[in-house]
Each structure stands twice: as structure tokens, then as C-alpha cells.
């Protein structure tokens, strides 16, 4: 067993056998990139759904927990097969964390084959369908979001350059379509998750102002990847705004136990070169549950899964990864970062043999400290100790180890827990039938705004609507002629937040009665208890839409379940369904779809009859 983390004046006697090295300094005012969390995969068609023991042991950060932060979820060609990723999803934003998807593949009616190289059957998207490809991602969004998850963002493929059983997208390919297409996804976009973050299949993104404009997270997977190959220059010249994430990897393979011991360490070292070197502002593990995942099959914490929580429990969603050295002496490796009045300091020590390391901490007043090792023998174990003195933690990293010190800071330091002014009270603008564009007077801040949020309220319950990075936002999925309440809170890079702004209620415009409208109606799949269907809505009149509502009647007892393209709402047999943000609009002769999933007894009569803004519309 290695030793405890002891003060400089207090080493045991022991310590002589230890490795010794110059103080590193750890400063928090001098700041690198903001940490969006880290995670891991749940796919239930291929591994099975997490239970719910097991999303708790992911999500939450108690005592045997990962602490987990962001969740990646798989978006299934067939949308029958969404609600799958539901359960787990609800239960990962429940407990804190943020959700993201990524395809393997559109739709089957979208794709194409093509022989590549030696393969006669590669698939690819067919370059008509990139329109209807876009759509088909809102759709997904928008059905997560009925189901009460609302993703952070949406990737267009996973591994375009590793596709030989899913579908291939060459550089080019994935330029064109952020430049037409990715605009209109309501949800931020990522791209293009290389399967070893091949930098030609990004640069072209990055040398491309108008693809580059429609990307907000840049992805890659780190398989077989070299620590050398991680700094990317060209992400940090061009890449201003935009957010850098690892979004799949295992390591160091997918055939040992990941209690295997001290191969699991190099977990701890392939984390710290994803967060120092690489400056990824997410590191999300394939398969959650796994032989080699952070969890057992059984749905234990393993080994790896214990040095990732090294991180994750720790270094939480909007801390700040902060300057000190990070290959201190050889085999040690370290990194630190910063939240409110929290520094974290997280040290691998691969050598067979303790380490002595000091750390002192700069521009600011550490007041305590606690300490947490994972071994051979130990796995998340708090340490006693250590203390401080002056400003400086001397430590002797045990052989083999990861060591994570959570230390507490003074405000006065470089450390910020100085939250922003209060917002301005919000003004309404631009009020639709199903959107209204809010703006208020800037925060300030002593490190500076890096962010707002504008919720609705109801009563004293607050819901998320929007969120800008500046003073100004539109809030979309609003209902026709229906008062909303909203307020604004601003935050900085630390996680700060802001006292809530004022409210403002609106009102929503009634919309103008039409009967220039046609509407489609049909079953397109249909199973022991339930069906799938789709409404097609003509606008048949001279004049765009810009807003709808359109009401039928089920006779028969049917209840939907789930929607996409629009936002259903049922009292009795009586449906109402407003839009979603891509399909509020329809022109003028255009048209725009809605899919949904439903039950049913034991008949399935079709609606008879469809208004449109208080107008019956034909039937087709």
C-alpha cells in the first residue's frame, strides 16, 4: 500500500523512498477551457438498456456512484425504435446531466450504395435527401424533447470514416451539408466524430466560414490515436465559439477485465492527455456498461470506471481547467481545475513506486482539502489529511495510483465565486403564434458573462425555454394564443448564475382562421395495440403560415404517445397539435409532416375531419 498524502513538515520517515520533485504551481486565474462533463454510451439495442440501479450508479455523485455528466444516446434509422432511449435519458437529466445522439445511419428510404475501394455495398446518403436527412435529426430532437429531454446537441454520423457497416461520409460530403442543411437542426450540431480524429476530416469544417458557422460542437473518437496527434492547432486558430469534445473511446482495449490492474491506469493517463494536451472540453466512454466499461456487467463500478470518476465526481460541468504543470516528473502526470470556490487537482503517479509532489497554489487562499486514491487495493477510498501549510500541499502519490484533491478556496483569490449582475428586466418582441423574441440589458461580471438562460415560469416552477450567449433570445414550441411568463439568469465561465431578472408575460397570437388547407392522413405501421401515422398539411392558400394549429377527432378511443414535427396535445378524443420550430412555417403551396406513434383497440378508424386555425381544410 503506498502512502497518505502528508504535509511537507510531517513526511514519514518512509518518504525518503519516494521520488521527490520541485513544487509545480497551480493557478487559478490562469484559465484553459471550460469542462462540459464527462460519461459514457447507453444503447440498448446492442447492449441492453441500463436498469435503474444502474443509471443511478452512472448519474448520480453520491457514495458509489460515477458522477457522470453527459450521456450519449443512439438515433435509430426507424423511428419506431426511439422510445428505447427514453427511460434512461429521463432518469441521466433527472439526476443532472446533459444528452447528446449520434446516427449510424438514415433512414433506409435516404440511403444509397456505391462501391468503395473493395467494398461493393458501402451506403452513404443519398446527396437528394440531405433536406429530408436534417429533418429526420429534428425529428428525433423534437421527440426526445416531448418525452421531457432536451438534447444538447445532435450529431450528423458517427465515424464517417469508419463505416464499413454503417454509413460512409467523405470530408466533402459533411462540408456541403453544414453549409445547406445544418442550419435548420433546432439543436446544436456535432461533427464529425472520427473514428481517430483524423484531422482531414475536420479541417475542411474549420477552413470552411460558412460550414463552420452552422457547427457548434467539433467531435472526434480517440481509438488507436497517438498522444502526439491530440493538440489541434487549427482548432485553436479558427475554432473561437465552438466547443471541442472526445465523444467515444475505450481504453486501453475491449478485451481486458476493466479491473485488470495496472492496466486501468491508463485510463487515468489517456483522460489526462484528452483534457491537457487535447483540451477536449468532454470525454464520453463507449458502452456504459461493459467487461471493459466503467461499469461491470453486473453493475458494479470497476476499476476504469473508478478513475474516470476520479474526474467526473469531481471536476464538474462548468469548471475550468486551470495552468500548472503537467509531467511534473517522470510517470506523473497532472492536471487541476477550478469551480466556485473549489480547486481540483488530479494526479496519476504510474510508477512503481510512491511520488512526493508538492503543489502551491497561486492568487488565491486554500482553507482545506480532502483526498481520494484508487490502486491496487483501494478504489475511490478518501484519505485522511492531508493538511496545508502556507499555501502549499506536499504529497506523496502513492505507486500506481490516481489522487484526487478537492481543495477549498478563498473568494479572494483567483478562484471566481463572484456570480453576475442581475439581468434586465426582458422585452418582447417579434410575438408569433408560436415564438416570441425576447431582449434585456447586459450582465456584467468581474471574469465576464459567458452565457444566459431564459426560463418560463409557472407558479414557482421554472422550465428551460432558451439560452443565448448574448443579450437576446427567441423562445420556439409556443402555443397559439396562450399567456407565457419568462425571466432571464446570466452566468459566467465558473458556474456563477446570477439572481433571476424580472418576468415578463406574453401573450401569444391567436393566429389567423384559414380554410385554404388540405391535410393527409395515414397509417403507416401498426402492431398488436398500437400504430404509427402521419399528417401531411397542405397549405393550399396565397399566403405563407407562419404559426398553426390543427385540431381532429379520434373516435375510436386513440391516444398518441409520441410525436415528431409537431408538439400534440389530447383532451379526450380531441387532438390539437402545434409546431415545432422547422415546420412553423409553410409556404405558400408548401407543405410540411408530422409523425406520431399511438394506441389503439380494436379498431382504428382515420379522423374524419381537420381544421387549421379554426378553418376545416380538405382531406386527401
Known amino acids: 500500500m503506498g502512502a497518505l498524502p502528508v504535509l511537507a513538515m510531517a513526511m514519514p520517515s518512509s518518504s525518503a523512498t519516494a521520488a521527490a520533485a520541485a513544487a509545480v ?177 475536420s479541417d475542411p469544417i474549420l477552413n470552411d466560414s460558412t460550414a463552420l458557422a452552422n457547427l457548434d460542437i467539433l467531435g472526434a473518437h480517440l481509438y488507436g490515436t497517438a498522444f502526439s496527434d491530440f493538440p489541434y492547432p487549427l482548432f485553436q486558430q479558427k475554432g473561437q465559439g465552438k466547443e471541442l469534445w472526445m465523444t467515444e473511446v475505450y481504453y486501453p482495449n475491449s478485451t481486458d477485465s476493466a479491473d485488470l490492474w495496472p492496466a486501468a491506469l491508463g485510463v487515468g493517463e489517456h483522460m489526462h492527455h484528452a483534457m491537457v494536451d487535447a483540451e477536449f472540453q468532454a470525454y464520453v466512454w463507449w458502452y456504459i456498461r461493459r467487461s471493459y466499461g466503467p461499469l461491470r456487467e453486473d453493475g458494479q463500478i470497476s476499476k476504469r470506471g473508478a478513475i474516470m470518476a476520479h474526474f467526473s465526481k469531481f471536476v464538474r460541468p462548468g469548471y475550468v481547467r486551470i495552468n500548472t504543470a503537467s509531467n511534473p516528473q517522470t510517470n506523473v ?78 473568494a479572494s483569490g483567483g478562484t471566481d465565486t463572484t456570480p453576475p449582475t442581475t439581468p434586465g428586466t426582458p422585452t418582447a418582441s417579434g410575438v408569433t403564434t408560436t415564438s416570441v423574441t425576447l431582449n434585456w440589458a447586459a450582465s456584467t461580471d468581474n471574469t465576464g458573462v459567458t452565457g444566459y438562460d431564459v426560463v418560463r415560469l409557472s407558479g414557482s416552477t421554472e422550465t428551460a425555454a432558451a439560452s443565448s450567449t448574448t ?64 399528417i401531411v398539411i397542405h397549405n393550399t392558400g396565397s399566403a405563407a403560415l407562419d404559426g398553426w394549429t390543427l385540431t381532429f377527432s379520434f373516435t375510436a378511443g386513440q391516444t398518441i404517445t409520441q410525436m415528431w414535427g409537431g408538439t400534440p396535445g389530447q383532451d379526450g378524443g380531441t387532438v390539437t397539435v402545434t409546431p415545432v420550430d422547422y415546420t412553423r412555417a409553410i409556404p405558400a403551396g408548401g407543405s410540411v409532416s408530422v409523425g406520431f406513434l399511438a394506441n389503439q383497440g380494436s379498431t382504428n378508424p382515420a379522423p374524419t375531419s381537420f381544421t387549421l386555425n379554426g378553418g376545416t381544410c380538405a382531406t386527401a
Request: charged residues 10%; contains cysteine; neutral net charge.
Open 333 to 410: 502526470y497532472t492536471s487541476a481545475y477550478t469551480g466556485g470556490s473549489t480547486v481540483v487537482i488530479v494526479a496519476v503517479n504510474k510508477a512503481t513506486s510512491a511520488a512526493s509532489q508538492q503543489f502551491t497554489l497561486a492568487n488565491t487562499t486554500p482553507s482545506g482539502v480532502a483526498s481520494y486514491v484508487t490502486d491496487a487495493s483501494r478504489t475511490l477510498a478518501s484519505l485522511s489529511g492531508p493538511s496545508l501549510s502556507n499555501g502549499t500541499l506536499t504529497a506523496a502519490l502513492p505507486a500506481q495510483s490516481v489522487t484526487t484533491f478537492v481543495i477549498t478556496v478563498g
Open 25 to 201: 504551481t497551480v493557478d487559478p486565474s490562469a484559465r484553459r477551457q471550460t469542462i462540459r462533463g464527462f460519461g459514457g454510451m447507453n444503447h440498448p439495442a446492442w447492449a441492453g438498456d441500463l436498469t435503474a440501479a444502474q443509471r443511478d450508479t452512472a448519474f448520480g455523485n453520491g457514495t458509489g456512484q460515477l458522477g457522470f455528466s453527459i450521456l450519449r444516446i443512439h438515433v435509430d434509422e426507424n423511428k419506431a425504435n426511439w422510445g428505447a432511449e427514453v427511460a434512461t435519458a429521463q432518469r441521466a437529466v433527472a439526476q443532472g446531466a446533459i444528452v447528446f445522439a449520434s446516427p449510424w445511419n438514415p433512414p433506409a428510404t435516404m440511403v444509397e450504395t456505391f462501391t468503395r475501394g473493395s467494398q461493393t455495398n458501402a451506403k452513404r446518403l443519398r446527396h437528394d435527401s440531405y433536406a429530408a436527412y436534417a429533418q429526420h435529426l429534428n425529428d428525433f430532437t423534437q421527440f426526445m424533447k416531448s418525452n421531457g429531454v432536451d438534447l444538447y446537441a445532435i450529431s450528423i454520423q458517427n465515424e464517417p470514416d469508419y463505416a464499413q457497416d454503417w454509413t460512409w461520409w467523405t470530408s466533402s460530403e459533411i462540408v456541403t451539408f453544414l453549409r445547406s442543411n445544418a442550419g435548420s437542426i433546432s439543436t446544436r450540431v456535432i461533427a464529425p466524430e472520427s473514428f481517430q480524429y483524423v484531422k482531414n476530416m
Open 471 to 534: 443579450a437576446g433570445a427567441t423562445v420556439t414550441g409556443l402555443t397559439a394564443g396562450t399567456a407565457y411568463t419568462f425571466a432571464v439568469y446570466a452566468r459566467d465561465a465558473a458556474g456563477n448564475r446570477s439572481t433571476r431578472s424580472s418576468t415578463v408575460t406574453v401573450t401569444t397570437s391567436a393566429g389567423t382562421s384559414t380554410g385554404g388547407c388540405g391535410v393527409g392522413y395515414q397509417v403507416t405501421g401498426s402492431w398488436s395495440g398500437g400504430f404509427q401515422g402521419e
